[in-house]
């Protein structure tokens, strides 16, 4: 019987089960070298693993006991329902690698939003992302602190992401907004280099949370879109995005 692959593979309702409990365990015992029988029994994982044909059980296996130089029952049922499952990097490296992500984004977000000509228009959106040091801020706390309806805070943070795509860069700073832009852009796109909305979205919660992700969309929005423009590549403002709330 060929193996399937994970595209092809059959439900494991409709696989062939392996003969017995029997030669699951021996298939067991022959990868790992020699097994307590009395845990292998006791393992929860064994009603599903009696669920494969033994071809299956045998390449799906060796696989995850040549990456960790043993073969434990809950990671070779996993591997033969769902083959690549095992390959998956544990929690808390995937939690490094996420916080890594939303701390870059931060970065290129902060060098776009320097690069802003007006200091007091750079000044209420650093505010209202949350790029000064602290947390993100509402339009009436930054109103309270420079003593400015909640209109006019509106107002400046509505020209400071419109100067993002501006061609208009602060002195020393267009450089860097340059690498921001073009990362943005990249890092947004799908494959066929259209900016994805759902990926601008994901971002945004990712790396500003305890924010209104739909402001931050709409920033990030702006830095790839004034990376398109500088190709010839125009990029439509989704509607989504078009007013800064």
């Not at 020699?34 to 292998?40: D, H, L, Q, V």
């Not at 994982?45 to 799906?60: C, I, S």
């Not at 930054?142 to 509505?158: F, K, N």
Request: net charge positive.
């Amino acid at each position: 019987m060929p193996i399937l692959g994970p595209a092809d593979e059959a439900p494991a309702h409709r696989l062939p089960p392996a003969s017995d409990v029997g030669e699951v365990l021996d298939i067991w015992q022959r990868i790992n070298g020699g097994e307590r029988r009395a845990r292998f029994l006791a393992s929860p994982a064994l009603g599903d693993l009696v669920q494969f044909p033994a071809d299956v059980l045998w390449e799906r296996g060796r696989r995850p006991y040549q990456a960790h130089g043993r073969l434990l029952l809950n990671d070779w049922a996993a591997e033969c329902a769902v083959p690549g499952l095992t390959d998956l990097p544990d929690a808390g490296d995937l939690r490094k690698v996420l916080a890594r992500t939303g701390e870059s984004v931060r970065r290129l977000v902060a060098a776009a939003v320097a690069a802003v000509p007006d200091e007091g228009d750079r000044g209420v959106l650093e505010r209202r992302l949350g790029l000064s040091g602290g947390a993100p801020q509402t339009l009436a706390q930054i109103g309270a602190h420079l003593g400015i309806s909640r209109e006019r805070v509106w107002q400046r943070a509505d020209r400071a992401v419109k100067a993002i795509a501006s061609r208009r860069a602060r002195t020393g700073y267009r450089t860097a907004r340059a690498k921001a832009r073009a990362w943005v852009s990249e890092l947004i796109s799908g494959d066929d280099g259209t900016l994805d909305q759902n990926s601008v979205m994901a971002i945004a919660e990712l790396s500003f949370p305890g924010a209104r992700p739909e402001n931050f969309a709409q920033v990030i929005m702006h830095i790839a879109d004034a990376s398109a423009a500088a190709r010839r590549e125009p990029v439509r403002m989704p509607k989504t995005y078009a007013a800064w709330a």
